[in-house]
Protein backbone atom coordinates (compact mmCIF):
# COMPACT_ATOMS: atom_id res chain seq x y z
CA UNK A 1 0.00 0.00 0.00
CA UNK A 2 0.80 3.79 -0.33
CA UNK A 3 1.43 3.98 3.66
CA UNK A 4 1.78 1.77 6.59
CA UNK A 5 -2.03 0.71 7.32
CA UNK A 6 -2.85 -0.08 11.25
CA UNK A 7 -6.32 -1.67 12.82
CA UNK A 8 -8.24 -0.92 14.28
CA UNK A 9 -7.31 2.63 15.35
CA UNK A 10 -9.18 2.76 18.57
CA UNK A 11 -10.04 -0.27 20.83
CA UNK A 12 -11.37 0.05 23.85
CA UNK A 13 -11.28 -3.23 26.11
CA UNK A 14 -11.86 -4.75 29.23
CA UNK A 15 -9.18 -5.63 31.93
CA UNK A 16 -8.41 -9.67 31.13
CA UNK A 17 -9.37 -9.53 27.55
CA UNK A 18 -6.99 -10.23 24.93
CA UNK A 19 -6.33 -8.25 22.22
CA UNK A 20 -5.05 -8.04 18.48
CA UNK A 21 -3.21 -5.17 16.72
CA UNK A 22 -2.64 -5.56 12.85
CA UNK A 23 0.18 -3.73 10.96
CA UNK A 24 0.13 -4.01 7.41
CA UNK A 25 3.58 -2.17 6.34
CA UNK A 26 4.34 -0.36 3.19
CA UNK A 27 4.78 -3.11 0.33
CA UNK A 28 8.39 -4.19 -0.29
CA UNK A 29 9.71 -3.19 3.32
CA UNK A 30 11.40 -5.83 4.94
CA UNK A 31 11.90 -4.16 8.14
CA UNK A 32 8.70 -3.77 10.73
CA UNK A 33 8.89 -2.46 14.16
CA UNK A 34 6.53 -2.15 16.62
CA UNK A 35 6.47 0.98 19.48
CA UNK A 36 4.46 2.01 22.30
CA UNK A 37 3.39 5.56 23.12
CA UNK A 38 2.48 6.41 26.51
CA UNK A 39 1.47 9.99 27.74
CA UNK A 40 4.41 11.74 28.58
CA UNK A 41 6.65 8.47 27.98
CA UNK A 42 7.67 8.97 24.42
CA UNK A 43 7.87 6.27 22.12
CA UNK A 44 8.81 2.75 23.94
CA UNK A 45 10.49 0.12 21.20
CA UNK A 46 8.79 -3.43 21.85
CA UNK A 47 9.68 -5.18 19.08
CA UNK A 48 11.71 -5.48 15.27
CA UNK A 49 10.99 -7.61 12.57
CA UNK A 50 13.22 -8.52 9.42
CA UNK A 51 11.59 -10.75 6.89
CA UNK A 52 9.14 -12.73 9.22
CA UNK A 53 11.77 -13.32 12.29
CA UNK A 54 11.97 -11.45 14.83
CA UNK A 55 15.86 -10.55 16.07
CA UNK A 56 15.37 -8.21 18.53
CA UNK A 57 11.90 -8.86 21.09
CA UNK A 58 13.70 -7.01 23.84
CA UNK A 59 11.49 -4.25 24.38
CA UNK A 60 8.41 -6.40 24.90
CA UNK A 61 7.35 -5.85 28.56
CA UNK A 62 5.86 -8.97 29.65
CA UNK A 63 4.99 -12.51 28.20
CA UNK A 64 1.66 -11.07 27.94
CA UNK A 65 2.86 -9.59 24.31
CA UNK A 66 3.66 -11.25 21.77
CA UNK A 67 4.13 -10.62 17.60
CA UNK A 68 3.99 -12.23 14.73
CA UNK A 69 4.93 -11.81 10.89
CA UNK A 70 3.49 -13.78 8.25
CA UNK A 71 4.80 -13.69 4.38
CA UNK A 72 6.93 -10.53 5.31
CA UNK A 73 4.12 -8.44 5.38
CA UNK A 74 1.43 -8.47 7.88
CA UNK A 75 2.43 -7.86 11.45
CA UNK A 76 -0.29 -8.38 14.69
CA UNK A 77 0.97 -7.44 18.08
CA UNK A 78 -1.57 -9.52 20.77
CA UNK A 79 -1.73 -8.94 24.55
CA UNK A 80 -3.34 -11.45 26.39
CA UNK A 81 -5.15 -10.61 29.62
CA UNK A 82 -4.89 -7.25 29.10
CA UNK A 83 -3.93 -4.67 31.67
CA UNK A 84 -5.34 -1.28 32.90
CA UNK A 85 -1.71 -0.22 32.44
CA UNK A 86 -1.54 -1.37 28.70
CA UNK A 87 -3.19 1.25 27.66
CA UNK A 88 -1.32 3.75 24.96
CA UNK A 89 -0.95 3.95 22.08
CA UNK A 90 0.61 1.36 19.87
CA UNK A 91 2.17 2.43 16.49
CA UNK A 92 3.79 0.14 13.53
CA UNK A 93 6.67 1.37 11.60
CA UNK A 94 8.08 -0.01 8.40
CA UNK A 95 11.42 0.57 6.43
CA UNK A 96 13.13 -0.57 3.41
CA UNK A 97 15.61 -2.52 5.65
CA UNK A 98 18.89 -1.06 4.07
CA UNK A 99 21.25 -0.32 6.71
CA UNK A 100 22.32 3.24 5.59
CA UNK A 101 18.91 5.23 5.58
CA UNK A 102 17.34 4.45 8.89
CA UNK A 103 14.01 6.15 8.40
CA UNK A 104 10.81 4.65 9.31
CA UNK A 105 7.73 5.35 8.02
CA UNK A 106 5.00 4.93 10.92
CA UNK A 107 1.42 4.01 10.80
CA UNK A 108 -1.22 6.45 11.95
CA UNK A 109 -1.11 3.99 15.44
CA UNK A 110 -3.74 2.17 17.20
CA UNK A 111 -5.49 3.35 20.51
CA UNK A 112 -5.88 1.37 23.20
CA UNK A 113 -7.86 1.81 26.39
CA UNK A 114 -8.14 -0.76 29.07
CA UNK A 115 -11.58 -0.23 31.18
CA UNK B 1 22.90 2.33 26.03
CA UNK B 2 21.42 4.64 23.79
CA UNK B 3 19.36 7.68 25.53
CA UNK B 4 18.04 10.94 24.06
CA UNK B 5 16.97 13.32 26.44
CA UNK B 6 14.46 16.05 25.22
CA UNK B 7 14.53 18.73 28.07
CA UNK B 8 11.47 20.63 27.24
CA UNK B 9 8.25 19.05 27.70
CA UNK B 10 5.91 21.93 26.40
CA UNK B 11 7.30 25.16 24.73
CA UNK B 12 5.06 28.05 22.93
CA UNK B 13 6.52 30.25 20.74
CA UNK B 14 4.22 33.33 18.60
CA UNK B 15 3.75 33.02 15.16
CA UNK B 16 6.85 34.69 13.23
CA UNK B 17 9.43 33.99 16.34
CA UNK B 18 12.28 31.70 15.77
CA UNK B 19 12.35 28.38 16.93
CA UNK B 20 14.86 26.00 18.91
CA UNK B 21 14.08 22.26 20.36
CA UNK B 22 16.72 21.20 21.89
CA UNK B 23 17.76 17.09 22.24
CA UNK B 24 20.58 15.73 23.82
CA UNK B 25 21.84 11.93 23.35
CA UNK B 26 24.17 9.38 24.88
CA UNK B 27 25.54 6.95 22.41
CA UNK B 28 28.81 5.17 22.21
CA UNK B 29 29.77 5.67 18.50
CA UNK B 30 28.70 7.99 16.20
CA UNK B 31 25.06 7.73 15.88
CA UNK B 32 22.23 8.30 13.44
CA UNK B 33 20.22 11.12 14.49
CA UNK B 34 16.44 11.87 13.51
CA UNK B 35 13.67 14.24 13.99
CA UNK B 36 10.09 13.23 13.80
CA UNK B 37 7.11 15.51 14.07
CA UNK B 38 3.73 14.36 15.30
CA UNK B 39 0.79 15.83 14.22
CA UNK B 40 -3.04 15.45 16.22
CA UNK B 41 -3.83 11.82 15.18
CA UNK B 42 -1.26 11.11 13.03
CA UNK B 43 1.63 9.16 12.84
CA UNK B 44 5.06 10.34 13.03
CA UNK B 45 6.76 12.12 10.11
CA UNK B 46 10.46 12.33 9.70
CA UNK B 47 11.46 16.09 9.26
CA UNK B 48 15.53 15.28 8.65
CA UNK B 49 18.21 13.44 9.51
CA UNK B 50 21.65 13.27 10.06
CA UNK B 51 24.45 10.34 9.21
CA UNK B 52 27.29 11.98 8.41
CA UNK B 53 29.05 14.70 6.85
CA UNK B 54 28.32 18.37 7.23
CA UNK B 55 27.02 19.18 10.51
CA UNK B 56 24.06 21.49 9.62
CA UNK B 57 21.36 19.80 7.80
CA UNK B 58 18.41 20.70 6.13
CA UNK B 59 15.19 19.16 6.43
CA UNK B 60 11.29 19.43 5.13
CA UNK B 61 9.28 22.48 5.82
CA UNK B 62 11.77 24.85 6.56
CA UNK B 63 13.59 23.05 9.49
CA UNK B 64 16.95 22.40 10.08
CA UNK B 65 19.17 20.87 12.70
CA UNK B 66 22.70 20.97 13.97
CA UNK B 67 24.95 18.04 15.04
CA UNK B 68 27.18 18.93 17.82
CA UNK B 69 29.38 16.04 18.22
CA UNK B 70 31.48 17.76 21.68
CA UNK B 71 27.86 18.58 23.11
CA UNK B 72 26.23 15.24 22.32
CA UNK B 73 23.63 17.43 21.07
CA UNK B 74 21.15 17.82 17.44
CA UNK B 75 18.68 20.84 18.45
CA UNK B 76 16.22 21.41 15.64
CA UNK B 77 15.70 25.18 14.52
CA UNK B 78 13.37 27.14 12.41
CA UNK B 79 13.84 30.54 11.75
CA UNK B 80 10.08 31.85 11.62
CA UNK B 81 7.96 29.26 13.32
CA UNK B 82 4.10 29.02 11.23
CA UNK B 83 1.07 28.06 13.19
CA UNK B 84 0.35 24.57 11.04
CA UNK B 85 3.92 23.40 13.21
CA UNK B 86 2.26 23.21 15.82
CA UNK B 87 2.89 19.31 16.89
CA UNK B 88 4.48 17.23 18.89
CA UNK B 89 8.71 16.52 17.95
CA UNK B 90 10.42 13.62 19.01
CA UNK B 91 14.19 13.57 18.44
CA UNK B 92 15.88 9.55 17.61
CA UNK B 93 18.90 7.97 18.07
CA UNK B 94 19.60 4.65 15.85
CA UNK B 95 22.63 2.90 15.11
CA UNK B 96 24.85 3.11 12.16
CA UNK B 97 24.24 0.07 9.93
CA UNK B 98 20.83 -0.44 12.29
CA UNK B 99 17.41 0.79 12.30
CA UNK B 100 16.11 0.31 15.42
CA UNK B 101 15.58 3.91 16.89
CA UNK B 102 15.81 5.07 20.39
CA UNK B 103 13.14 7.72 20.70
CA UNK B 104 13.22 10.58 23.02
CA UNK B 105 10.01 11.94 25.03
CA UNK B 106 9.13 14.49 22.80
CA UNK B 107 8.24 18.51 22.84
CA UNK B 108 5.00 19.42 22.73
CA UNK B 109 5.39 22.98 20.45
CA UNK B 110 2.11 25.13 20.56
CA UNK B 111 1.98 28.17 18.24
CA UNK B 112 0.11 31.42 19.08
CA UNK B 113 -1.31 33.70 16.59
Known amino acids: GAGVSQSPSNKVTEKGKDVELRCDPI?????LYWYRQSLGQGLEFLIYFQGNSAPDKSGLPSDRFSAERTGGSVSTLTIQRTQQEDSAVYLCASSSGATNTGELFFGEGSRLTVL | AQSVTQPDIHITVSEGASLELRCNYSYGATPYLFWYVQSPGQGLQLLLK??????LVQGIKGFEAEFKRSQSSFNLRKPSVHWSDAAEYFC???????????FGTGTQLKVEL
Open chain 2, 50 to 55: YFSGDT
Open chain 2, 92 to 102: AVGPQGGNKLT
Open chain 1, 27 to 31: SGHTA
